[in-house]
């Protein structure tokens, strides 16, 4: 079995992101921990879909016994969800997502990605575009013609439209006046791409259930894209440019904290010190804003929260992989939905495994992520849950995207949305 080098890999490809990560590579002691927690190894049965053989293909790029236009590795790097399942499983602490994110990075330099990855990375990076787009998709979604068409259609076309339609709110909305004594500090939101353009209500939520728990708001205005889309991409140099707006806009709001309620955005923001550590301008000012970055449900916990009123629905929680895996964030989410009292919690079978969602995976990879969803599917199904509760939006969607084709009646929801309608319900009772 082949064990870390105790010498410099001499390296084929100097200059590249993937040479400056040998480091991270020499961390991996090929132990096998990481393959019954890789979603692509229990999936395909292949070695090189499991992150050993991924990290192998790396070792192998790095002394040149392969090469980056190689087709079957850019194929088996590509395959990778980049979950981070494997980073809570190893016992060498392997910085497997950096790894990944950098070796994307160099084989991008031989050949671009995707053309569909382009173009979804290129108008996340254009804020008005964006803008647009989202806009375009929130007034389709009004016509119902999502829900329909994602009966109706097969293929990635098909499971686009019923993406789009589960992001309709799953819990009855009822806003109300959000009162707290703001003692617990202030807070400044990431407001989000998709979670701002299609979650809308969802962020709405957010603010209101941190006000309740005595958090006071701050204003950021100036924020972009996190970055989390173009880094998992490889895209490392827009993801750094993205990256650099928000440290600005975070910093100018004065915020003690920085409230994420969507696990990629929340996982990417709490690496900018990593991402931005070779530039010196503003390497340790990323890291200070990294700092301050929490989950909602971080905070949430932190502050009680406070009960609501009863809701008499029952939930399974779903947990997502960049807040479980890559942030280490377990208990909160659950703190959160035990606060909504009456809310029946169903236990989820591996509620810790991927979902197959990871970013724009589903699109670009669409057989192995359906095949991925599958047993997900399956495990909710079993609980006979009418809610599926989980905190990042590429989950809500996935996971919504896929109940509506299964004609299983379960519904994705946020946490906040469930602990936001408890509030509501309490002023109205």
């Not at 590795?73 to 060498?92: F, K, N």
């Not at 006979?384 to 509506?404: F, K, Y």
Request: proline residues 7%; aromatic residues 4%.
């Amino acid at each position: 079995m082949a064990t870390p080098a105790s010498h410099p890999l001499p390296c084929a490809i100097p200059g590249t992101p993937l040479a400056d990560a040998v480091p991270g590579i020499d961390t991996c002691v090929h132990c096998g921990f990481c393959l019954q927690a890789c979603p692509t190894y229990l999936t395909l049965q292949d070695e090189n879909d499991s992150p050993r053989g991924r990290i192998l293909l790396m070792r192998e790029l790095v002394e040149g016994s392969l090469t980056v236009d190689d087709p079957s590795v850019r194929t088996h790097i590509d395959r990778c969800l980049g979950c981070r399942a494997c980073e809570t499983a190893c016992p060498s602490g392997v910085p497997y997502g950096q790894l990944l994110e950098a070796t994307r990075a160099t084989l991008n330099r031989s050949r671009p990605i995707p053309a569909v990855a382009r173009l979804i990375l290129w108008v996340f990076a254009r804020p008005r575009l964006l803008a647009v787009a989202l806009a375009g998709s929130r007034l389709f979604r009004s016509t119902r013609l999502p829900a329909l068409l994602g009966r109706m259609l097969g293929g990635r076309l098909g499971f686009s439209m019923a993406m789009l339609a589960s992001t309709q709110g799953a819990v009855p909305r009822r806003r109300y006046r959000a009162a707290g004594a703001g003692t617990r500090g202030t807070v400044a939101a990431l407001r989000g791409c998709v979670m701002e353009g299609l979650f809308t209500e969802t962020n709405r939520a957010t603010e209101r259930v941190l006000v309740e728990n005595d958090y006071a708001l701050a204003a950021a205005p100036g924020q972009r894209c996190c970055g989390a889309l173009h880094a998992h991409a490889g895209d490392l140099d827009t993801a750094r440019e993205l990256a650099r707006a928000n440290v600005e806009a975070f910093e100018q709001s004065g915020a003690e904290w920085i409230a994420v309620n969507a696990a990629g955005c929340g996982a990417i923001m709490k690496e900018y010190g990593h991402l931005l550590h070779d530039d010196p301008e503003w390497a340790e000012r990323a890291a200070s804003v990294a700092a301050r970055v929490r989950d909602v449900s971080e905070l949430l916990a932190a502050a009680g929260p406070k009960p609501g009123a009863t809701l008499p629905l029952t939930a399974t929680y779903d947990a997502p992989c960049h807040l479980q895996h890559a942030q280490r964030v377990v208990t909160p989410p659950l703190a959160v939905l035990g606060a909504v009292p009456g809310l029946t919690l169903v236990p989820l079978t591996d509620s810790d495994q991927c979902c197959g969602s990871a970013g724009i995976y589903n699109l670009v990879e669409p057989g192995v992520s359906n095949a991925v969803l599958a047993p997900k599917l399956a495990n909710v199904r079993a609980t006979d849950a009418s809610l599926v509760a989980t905190g990042n939006p590429g989950c809500l969607m996935q996971i919504g995207a896929g109940l509506r084709r299964a004609g299983i009646a379960a519904r994705t929801v946020h946490p906040v949305d469930l602990l936001d309608a408890s509030y509501a319900a309490r002023e109205g009772s």
